[in-house]
């Protein structure tokens, strides 16, 4: 038997914050990043419409980029004591995921981070609250996963928490929102979420739903990533959609080692999560090509990639992820990216040995171990092909 969870119910398109005016409730404590939502008015608006809907509005600000432990216990207390029955998180997939974690220790004090930390192990949520969820940014798609990843900033990890009590009970996709994104963001949000369509379509928990999903997210996302990236409006509305349905996928599929490595690398590099994918997409294809060469063909017929046999579509969709990455803006590379060889050699072993204990490594079509794991970090390190 296998599970399939999404959210009861999407609002989408152009305005559609404005669902906020219809919801029925007291209190609402709207969780939010360090400004960019207050700063183009979406906060207030947010604020508006829940006040028309009759609720009490409190807010959490400031939640960082790449949430800490520590953020979500100060707003799990902050939710303790004003006791909404809303959690309204908008924002980028870090204050959306910090709110999901915050909402787990406001309805169970008594749970402590490790509690939490296995997959799949979480107590029972909306015993006093329901969860709404209003992403900014086109690539995480945390408004419709079971996913929430939180650092631990004294180990230097990042722990993606899963359980489909933490996937939201409400998504809306309000497609002038991420209007505003800068374009460095647009290419590191787009290619996170053309990697979790990626990896979703040759997950080991991979079905007929979850590949429909990532086929047309793969599709849609290369069709218009890069005039997204150029500012074009249509396309900026297009990939708010394409990255939800990658998230539908893999939120249900699970993911791969290219999130295990990017979990790992992007706490110790200081580079943003969908570079870091977009980085290691190429080798990790490459690596697991070995296993299931046939899908990532299937995957090149459908964008129309040149090549006759499964290994030419393969190489042809790996071409076209780098000439996507470059016509971008991101090195291909972690070298080129800046990270210096030092800081690479010092660190590589430990980040391989803990990328095969991530939860993404389970999903993985090709079963991997440290040393393997080592091998696919140091050809994205340097840009070498993965051929074992
Ligand atoms: P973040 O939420 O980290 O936001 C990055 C930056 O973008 C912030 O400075 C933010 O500013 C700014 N920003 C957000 N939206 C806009 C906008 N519309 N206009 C202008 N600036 C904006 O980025 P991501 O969405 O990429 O989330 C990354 C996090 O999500 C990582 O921690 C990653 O590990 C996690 N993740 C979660 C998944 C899940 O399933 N839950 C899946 C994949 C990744 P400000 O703070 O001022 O709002
Ligand atoms: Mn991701």
Redesign the pocket.
């Known amino acids: 038997m296998a599970r399939f969870t999404l959210p009861r119910d999407l609002y989408h398109g152009k305005g559609a914050l404005e669902a906020l005016k219809s919801f029925t409730g007291k209190k609402a404590m709207i969780c ?9 008015g ?1 906060l207030d608006r947010a604020v508006e419409y829940l006040k028309e809907a009759g609720m009490e509005v409190e807010l959490f600000e400031g ?5 800490s432990v520590e953020t979500v216990m100060k707003g799990a207390a902050a939710m303790r004591d004003f006791e909404p029955d809303w959690i309204v998180a908008i ?7 910090a709110a ?1 974690a915050m909402w787990v220790f406001y309805e169970h004090p008594d749970k402590t981070f490790e509690d939490i930390k296995t997959p799949f192990t979480m107590p029972k949520l909306r015993n006093k609250a329901i969860f709404v969820a209003i ?3 086109s ?4 408004e419709v ?5 939180i ?1 631990d900033y004294s180990s230097g990890i ?1 722990y ?1 928490l899963a359980d489909f009590e933490i996937t939201p009970d409400i998504a809306v996709l309000d497609t002038d ?6 374009p460095k ?1 647009t290419a ?2 787009g290619m ?1 979420a053309l990697t ?1 369509a990626l990896e979703a379509y040759v997950a080991t928990a991979r079905s007929d739903f979850s590949d429909a999903l990532a086929l047309k997210a793969i599709g849609d996302i290369f069709d218009s990533l890069l005039d997204s990236y150029h500012g074009d409006k249509e396309a900026r509305g297009k990939m708010h959609i394409a990255q939800c349905l990658a ?1 539908m996928a ?2 249900n599929a699970l993911l791969g080692i290219a ?1 295990s490595l ?2 790992k690398t ?1 706490a110790v590099f200081h580079i ?3 570079c870091c994918n977009a980085i290691l997409l190429p080798s990790v294809i490459q690596y697991n090509s070995r296993v299931c060469m046939n899908r990532y063909a299937a995957v090149a017929r459908y964008l129309g990639l040149p090549g006759g046999t499964d290994k030419q579509l393969t190489d042809s969709l790996v071409k076209a992820i780098c000439a996507l990455n470059k016509e971008l803006g991101i090195e291909q590379t972690y070298q080129a990216n800046g990270v210096s060889e030092e800081l690479f050699k010092e660190n590589a072993e430990a980040i391989a040995h803990n990328a095969v204990l991530d939860p993404c490594t389970l999903a993985n079509p090709r079963p991997i171990d440290d040393e393997a794991m080592l091998k696919v970090l140091t050809c994205a390190y340097y840009g070498k092909p993965v051929t074992f």
Do not use: C, N, Q, Y
């Open positions: 939010v990043g360090g400004g960019s939502m207050k700063r183009f979406f939640i960082e980029p790449d949430p924002g980028g997939g870090s204050p959306i995921d999901k992403p900014s940014t690539g995480t798609a945390s996963t079971a996913f929430s990843v650092t990042k993606p929102i991420p209007l505003t994104m800068p963001l590191h949000t996170d979790h998230g893999f939120s999130h990017a979990h992007g943003p999560h969908g």
